[in-house]
């Protein structure tokens, strides 16, 4: 990937000059079977100018009341887009309750924002949502008018563990974003696929997020390499996850609560608040929340690191 970076050809993306750039995006636009597409800086900026594109001031979005674009991206649609979130339940599946979503969406009446959008995350927290129920919340926005964005900062993961090429997780959607950084293991970077319009109306609203970047084919570069030679190996991470499951379930004191594609989540069944020091101390860097913790696999964590802290855990809770 360094190699990638180094050897970039780079122009002026702020004036759509960037050979690397535009490279990245029409390539991401083919894989996903979108027209046009945008390389932002980060997946929250994605999910933002895919937000304010389907969106005006006083719109309103349904979205999952555990997704990452109303939790964790600083509530920059109401902040930033003035577009209000309405939150639905999540089922067990990952995917939203769409009866829920359904009751929510507002008549047309003064009293009331305008619904104007259904936005899905694909993995959520790990969890793939298969075909079948992204494209009833297809159906559904198409009852009612609404465009249909697709989270898929870890599309790449859904893609692998249904084996289905990425444009078929992305099929049923208006817009989707994924992310090249985090799993992919590139250092910066996501990128917005949808329509010509769509696409053209976002990047209206990355500039003026102050997203628009200049010679910005060196992060592009390592965008594609990622695309290019990361994607097929997240199986790996997949099975590696079930490695750590399985082992971490076998240790006394740990309970495993599920373990979805690159994700496990554990709990320890007594309070340990010496538990992340301890395994810091066997050189492994976990987070916990009270006794519980998500661990999350990646390409640089490998198979022997899994056995690594495997017995870390083991021996901080056996000592
Ligand atoms: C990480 C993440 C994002 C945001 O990506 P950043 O590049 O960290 O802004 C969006 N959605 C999901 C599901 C994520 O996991």
């Given amino acids: 990937m360094r190699a990638a970076i180094a050897a ?10 960037d050979p690397t750039v535009r490279d990245l995006e029409s390539h991401t636009a083919r894989l996903l079977g979108k027209e046009a597409a945008v390389f932002v800086s980060s997946g929250t900026q994605s ?6 594109a389907h969106c005006q001031r006083g719109d309103e979005y349904l979205v999952g009341d555990r997704a990452h674009t109303y939790m964790f991206e600083g509530g920059g649609a109401a902040v930033l887009g003035s577009i209000q979130p309405q939150t639905v339940p999540t089922l067990t599946s990952g995917m939203l309750d769409l009866g829920a979503a359904e009751a929510a969406i507002k008549p047309d009446d003064a009293h009331f924002a305008r619904t104007r959008l259904l936005c899905i995350e694909n993995t959520r927290d790990g969890k793939v949502i298969g075909l079948e129920d992204l494209q009833a919340g297809r159906e559904l926005a198409d009852r009612h008018g609404l465009g249909y964005h697709l989270d898929g900062a870890r599309l790449w993961n859904a893609s692998i563990a249904l084996q289905v090429a990425p444009a078929d997780v992305a099929a049923a959607f208006d817009t989707v974003s994924v ?9 910066v970077g996501s990128v917005l696929t949808g329509s010509t319009s ?12 102050g997203g628009a970047m200049r010679q910005v084919g060196l992060l592009a570069a390592a965008g594609r390499h990622a695309i290019d030679n990361h994607v097929e190996r997240l199986a790996e991470d ?8 399985e082992g971490l379930v076998e240790i006394d004191g740990i309970e495993l609560e599920a373990q979805n594609t690159n994700m496990v989540f554990v709990r320890t069944t007594q309070h340990m608040p010496e538990l992340e020091q301890g395994l810091w101390r066997r050189g492994v860097q976990t987070r916990w929340s ?21 017995t870390a855990v083991s021996s901080e809770l056996n000592n």
Avoid: Y
Wanted: charged share 25%.
């Fill in 179 to 187: 992310c090249l950084s985090k799993g992919l293991g590139a250092p």
């Fill in 47 to 52: 999910n933002l100018c895919a937000l304010m």
């Fill in 8 to 17: 970039a050809e780079v122009g002026d993306d702020v004036f759509g000059d």
């Fill in 238 to 245: 997949h099975k590696n996850a079930q490695l750590l499951a």
């Fill in 198 to 209: 769509l696409i053209a109306e976002a990047r209206k609203w990355r500039k003026m997020l």
């Fill in 290 to 310: 009270g006794n519980h913790s998500r661990m999350v696999l990646h390409l640089d964590v490998s198979e022997a690191d899994v056995e690594t802290v495997l």
